[in-house]
């Protein structure tokens, strides 16, 4: 819908629709346009240059407290996404960690340590966020076993459910899930209140969940009845 559109159907002037769209969009609630906003789409994600900068002291603080839970000289695996990276930059400094990624950000960050073991797998690197994804990506992912696996998401819903948005992105994310001792998943708040069409799996399968802000009571519920732990960066 257009600015002027909302402003005459809220009897408000276009400078309140304004501001009130811009603090819409940055809590990942709709999607700003020229002119006017949208609902956010089940298929197509946000731009990654948006997503680096959405919510970045949120995902800042999830990353500082996720470190604290790994422990130096481990193996870990790490997925594609905005999160994941910013624990890769809090993970800079541990000592002797053998890291496995589909993420190519990642290991240019985690490469900035030369005490760190880095493998990169194999497939088709997607330019627009350093994604290294296809077959040949998830089936390199199943040939370990790791001791941490830290997986962001696009999605979750009312019943637990993790979506994402492309098909390559979940296989990934389901080979570190099954390649993994213990499993993160780290999200800021607003992908509580996103709907991607594409099912990665159940937030049961996970063992921890690190996020900023307590997620809706049907999440907690699912979190309780399996298990999982919730660690809050508030």
């Known amino acids: 819908m257009t600015i002027d559109t909302l402003a005459r159907f809220f009897g408000v002037t276009v400078q309140t629709i304004r501001r009130d769209l811009n603090q819409l969009d940055s809590e990942g609630k709709l999607i700003r346009y020229r002119g006017g906003a949208g609902a956010l789409s089940s298929v197509e994600n946000i731009d990654y240059n948006t997503r680096q900068i959405t919510f970045f002291d949120e995902k800042e603080r999830i990353a500082q407290l996720v470190v604290q ?4 000289h481990c193996s870990i ?5 905005t999160t994941t990276e910013a624990v890769a930059r809090a993970l800079i400094h541990h000592k002797g960690l053998r890291v496995i990624t589909n993420n190519a950000n990642i290991a240019t960050i985690l490469a900035q340590n030369t005490d ?3 493998i990169i797998t ?5 330019n627009r966020d350093g994604g290294v994804l296809g077959p040949t990506s998830h089936a390199m992912i199943e040939q370990f076993r790791v001791d941490f696996g830290i997986i962001g998401i696009s999605g979750i819903d009312e019943d637990g459910t993790l979506l994402d948005f492309d098909t390559d992105e979940v296989w990934a994310a389901q080979a570190i899930i099954h390649s993994s001792r ?7 708040h607003s992908k509580f209140s996103r709907r991607p069409m594409v099912r990665m799996g159940s937030i049961g399968d996970i063992h921890a969940l690190f996020t900023d802000a307590q997620p809706p009571d049907s ?4 979190l309780k009845e399996h298990g999982v732990q919730l660690f809050l960066a508030e």
């Open 219 to 222: 999440v907690v519920a699912v």
């Open 182 to 188: 213990k499993t993160f998943l780290v999200t800021d």
């Open 69 to 72: 839970h790994i422990p130096e």
């Open 77 to 81: 695996c790490l997925n594609i996404g």
């Open 122 to 126: 194999g497939g088709r690197i997607r």
């Open 116 to 118: 760190f073991d880095i």
